[in-house]
């Protein structure tokens, strides 16, 4: 099996294991970027809070809406990046090692190649998996009225009919995908697709970042520059955990102008809730929440996305090893067997 494959299968593994554990915050930062209401915005609820009113008004399920699609995204992006990432990296070293022999560099990849490298590995994933981001967004900015909230507005007894009638249908997958194509036709499933390409700096960052803390850890200890076996898993989560933060503190703004995009266009007289594109969008972000709408939800982002990035490269790294691992015992025992 090639490197591409495993780091392929390792990295939606990991992926899914990390989507699974942050899932909720995920969920709650989606709905903090897109918030528009300001009579909400002046209830500055913080993560906690937030989390506690969607399960007090909607129920513990809305926390995790969307999450198969999600799961689904999850595993076909890190499956993508990281198959092509390792090709294009292997194409990478190929090329240094080509450059020593002429007498050019020492072989190793440089910082400008591990981030030209992440970056096209990038586009690749983002011009693929896009249709389902804009699926999981509109499942998780769906707001689901209670019933005793909507009673409250109508000033009505808890009679059942009357509840049975209020009660909104259910909003699944099929529904997002019929909503998302009822407003933009096919391209509708691409909403919010350049400010996702840009953010594409993000996981460059992230892995120029990695790959350069985990070079020069190596590097002091003495170790082969191929792998990370020497390397422990409590150590790749702190690596990954700190490239993340890194990487999110520069391009977080791009990500609230996505998830905006991406988000249900709600066509009222109000200018603020409907956005034509990404530079609409940020005029109109600039203009009405001023550079402070840029960074709703950072916080709980922070503590999701580095949960979710150091869980993936300690588990991507292990299940890398171990199925290396298998591979190597396997053979071994193949060639024992063998007559001589």
């Given at each position: 099996?090639?490197?591409?494959?495993?780091?392929?299968?390792?990295?939606?593994?990991?992926?899914?294991?990390?989507?699974?554990?942050?899932?909720?915050?995920?969920?709650?930062?989606?709905?903090?970027?897109?918030?528009?209401?300001p009579k909400k915005e002046k209830r500055k609820l913080g993560t906690?809070?937030?989390?506690?009113?969607?399960?007090?008004?909607?129920?513990?399920?809305?926390?995790?809406?969307?999450?198969?699609?999600?799961?689904?995204?999850?595993?076909?992006?890190?499956?993508?990046?990281?198959?092509?990432?390792?090709?294009?990296?292997?194409?990478?070293?190929?090329?240094?090692?080509?450059?020593?022999?002429?007498?050019?560099?020492?072989?190793?990849?440089?910082?400008?190649?591990?981030?030209?490298?992440?970056?096209?590995?990038?586009?690749?994933?983002?011009?693929?998996?896009?249709?389902?981001?804009?699926?999981?967004?509109?499942?998780?900015?769906?707001?689901?009225?209670?019933?005793?909230?909507?009673?409250?507005?109508?000033?009505?007894?808890?009679?059942?009919?009357?509840?049975?009638?209020?009660?909104?249908?259910?909003?699944?997958?099929?529904?997002?995908?019929?909503?998302?194509?009822?407003?933009?036709?096919?391209?509708?499933?691409?909403?919010?697709?350049?400010?996702?390409?840009?953010?594409?700096?993000?996981?460059?960052?992230?892995?120029?970042?990695?790959?350069?803390?985990?070079?020069?850890?190596?590097?002091?200890?003495?170790?082969?520059?191929?792998?990370?076996?020497?390397?422990?898993?409590?150590?790749?989560?702190?690596?990954?955990?700190?490239?993340?933060?890194?990487?999110?503190?520069?391009?977080?703004?791009?990500?609230?102008?996505?998830?905006?995009?991406?988000?249900?266009?709600?066509?009222?007289?109000?200018?603020?809730?409907?956005?034509?594109?990404?530079?609409?969008?940020?005029?109109?972000?600039?203009?009405?929440?001023?550079?402070?709408?840029?960074?709703?939800?950072?916080?709980?982002?922070?503590?999701?996305?580095?949960?979710?990035?150091?869980?993936?490269?300690?588990?991507?790294?292990?299940?890398?090893?171990?199925?290396?691992?298998?591979?190597?015992?396997?053979?071994?025992?193949?060639?024992?067997?063998?007559?001589?």
């Amino acid at each position: 099996m090639s490197d591409a494959v495993i780091n392929g299968l390792a990295g939606a593994g990991g992926g899914i294991i990390a989507q699974l554990i942050t899932y909720p915050l995920q969920t709650v930062n989606t709905r903090q970027q897109t918030e528009r209401d300001p009579k909400k915005e002046k209830r500055k609820l913080g993560t906690i809070g937030l989390m506690c009113q969607v399960v007090k008004h909607e129920g513990w399920e809305r926390l995790y809406g969307g999450l198969a699609p999600s799961l689904v995204g999850t595993a076909a992006s890190q499956g993508v990046y990281y198959y092509f990432y390792q090709i294009f990296r292997d194409k990478a070293e190929g090329i240094a090692l080509e450059r020593m022999k002429k007498g050019f560099g020492d072989g190793s990849v440089g910082m400008l190649s591990s981030l030209l490298v992440a970056a096209m590995s990038g586009c690749v994933n983002v011009l693929m998996t896009n249709p389902i981001w804009v699926v999981v967004t509109r499942m998780q900015t769906h707001t689901k009225v209670s019933k005793n909230s909507k009673q409250q507005e109508l000033s009505v007894a808890p009679d059942e009919t009357i509840l049975a009638a209020i009660e909104p249908p259910p909003f699944g997958t099929g529904h997002a995908i019929q909503e998302v194509y009822d407003e933009g036709g096919v391209w509708g499933f691409w909403r919010g697709v350049l400010p996702t390409l840009i953010m594409v700096s993000n996981p460059s960052m992230q892995f120029m970042l990695y790959e350069t803390m985990l070079k020069k850890l190596k590097r002091k200890r003495g170790l082969p520059k191929k792998g990370a076996n020497e390397v422990t898993a409590l150590e790749i989560f702190f690596l990954g955990a700190v490239a993340k933060l890194g990487a999110t503190v520069v391009t977080y703004p791009l990500l609230v102008v996505k998830s905006r995009l991406q988000a249900k266009q709600l066509k009222t007289g109000d200018k603020r809730h409907h956005y034509e594109g990404t530079i609409d969008a940020i005029l109109k972000m600039i203009r009405y929440e001023g550079f402070y709408g840029f960074y709703k939800g950072m916080s709980t982002k922070i503590v999701q996305s580095v949960l979710a990035a150091a869980v993936l490269f300690m588990v991507k790294e292990e299940l890398v090893k171990g199925v290396r691992s298998l591979f190597t015992n396997g053979s071994i025992k193949t060639a024992r067997s063998k007559p001589p």
